[in-house]
């Protein structure tokens, strides 16, 4: 008798044979690829990029193709640390005042009181644009229209808002 909240299998991967091609890459070039890595990102990073550029490469199964192996190891890696960087920057970062604030509804309760402080202190003109774009969810068309102003300072008031609101944020 199967019980039926047992999860299904997943199936196996299919193996990534890597080939003569790749392990004359892979000699040639790993040495030269970490180093590199190393000066720019550190040990660590460095380390995690080699293997995650590897990886990429031989999945791609194209090594017989590379015209240019250090190019083209370099643009894998350079890319992928960029990736990287992308997904980190999306992150909420853990504030000092959110850190006081403790964990849970007094935590949200201060985020919250912090948000709307920081929006309240905007100037009129750059407040105004900001809730109508971002609680009002009008485009800047919309706001342009409403407000008989142009699209470009529609445009210029919201980053002035945007900006100011990260800065007083990262204080």
Known sequence: MSNSADPLPLPEPDPVEPGPGADILFRGHAGWLRSLLQRRFGTEAAEELVQDTWVRVLASGRVSEIRSPRAFLWRVASRLALDR???????PRPTAWREDAGPGVAGEQAERLLLKQVILDLPDPLREVFLLSRV?????????????ISV????????????RCAERLDD
Do not use: F, P
């Open 152 to 163: 470009k300072t529609v445009e210029w008031r919201m980053s002035r808002a945007l900006a």
């Open 136 to 148: 009002g969810g009008l485009t800047y068309e919309s706001i342009a229209r409403h407000l008989n």
């Open 85 to 91: 960087a992308r997904r980190s920057a999306r992150r």
